[in-house]
């Protein structure tokens, strides 16, 4: 039976549209998602966390050298532990808001929270 | 039959609104972001515009490549280390014009920023896996090879006296920044936020806001509010090390060779250069407050300056762009 309302061509119209709108409200979401924890090695992006959907202690051990342990719990993230001298990272404490970031410098470790917050830190 | 036409018609109009949307979408507010590790620290580069991808890739090239070449003091591969093993030589026109920045801050500060003071840094090791607090004497036998003042530049070439060890170590991250923000002039660029280790340059049209990290204790302290500028920040909080109970942090007065102990934690300098907000924060945090105050004026920068009761001390026009997001600090009087 025809659809009398929408045809091919209208139907092809309506998807695109839809594609089109769904790309572009992506494209806007994955560039103001606020609360995660992005923990990058060497430049590279190893894990990202939803801090608000952490119910439970989460231990990361990325394989760095010197060894560190982040932590995140409680909406909060931080260095734990790290073997390297100067323990600047878990002196840096606990992080919980946007643009909040703790680095490991003998690690190339940096821990930050993305969303609404400053645009840079100056330290 | 005439609604399924207006339908079409609407739904065609819609179709090629999201596509040139989107396509605008992408073509201005293209975005990149990229980390990279480079003199001693973290740099961070966020662009916007069709040209970001390009702009952050010649940000990662020229930090690297003026750290390498340039100014880098351990680098057998940088100009600093053959000139500070020569006691001088040939220098390009741009490194005369960074070293005659910083003779121009050594001179206005009478001295408090020193960008000699290599060998007196070295005893000291902060950073490094040779931390110790050295001896009156071998500060004395240090301090005594210093001075900015005995650096002669002109004619594309510098001179010194053998001993002394030129320094980048509180200025080269502004220069980086400088000549970042020159090159992004031919890209296809916005807006910019870089920062090369707590160095920060705030590139294009609109409004930006910079955190002050909290100098005792997590994230930051307060926002500036600004336009288009650099600031840096020195503190005594961001490498130190501590022996008997006592913290010896990195920035050194250049009368005593010993850390500052002024009562300040943290500097901020807000400039129309890289270089100059970089250089001035460690001779406004050597200088105090009240005399650091006095050098922003004569450079027409603007300063933050926290001491470690947690007491702000403003410039004027750092006044207006200040926010105290944290109850643990408050503005001078109030």
Redesign the interface.
Known sequence: MKNR???K??LI??A??TV??L??IF?RGS?SDGGTAVI?V??SVIEELNLKEIKERTVITPDTDPKVTIVAENGEIYFESSEC??K?CVR??????P??TA?C?PA?T?VSITGS??????? | MKNRSLLIFISALLCVSAIVFAAVYAACCSEKQSTFWVMDTISTVKVKGPGARAAAEKAEEITRNLDSSLLSRHSESSLTYRINKNAGGKVPAEYAKYIQTMLEVYEKSSGAFDFTLGNVSDLWGIGTDNERVPSDEELKEALSSAGADKIKVGDGEISFPEGVAVDFGASGKGIALDEISNSFKDCKINRAVVSVGGSVMLYGKGDFTVGIKNPGGEGYMAVLNLGSSFVSTSGSYERYFEKDGVRYHHILDPETGRPVSNGLVSVTIISGSGALSDALSTACFVLGTEKGMELCRAFGCEGVFIDGGGTVYVTDGAAGMLEITDSGYHLEGR
């Open positions: 309302v929408f045809g061509v209208d119209l309506i695109a549209v089109c709108a790309l572009f494209m560039a990058t060497n430049s001298r100067d600047i840096t404490g606990r992080l919980s808001k643009g909040d680095v410098l190339k940096v917050g400053p645009d840079a830190i100056t330290y």
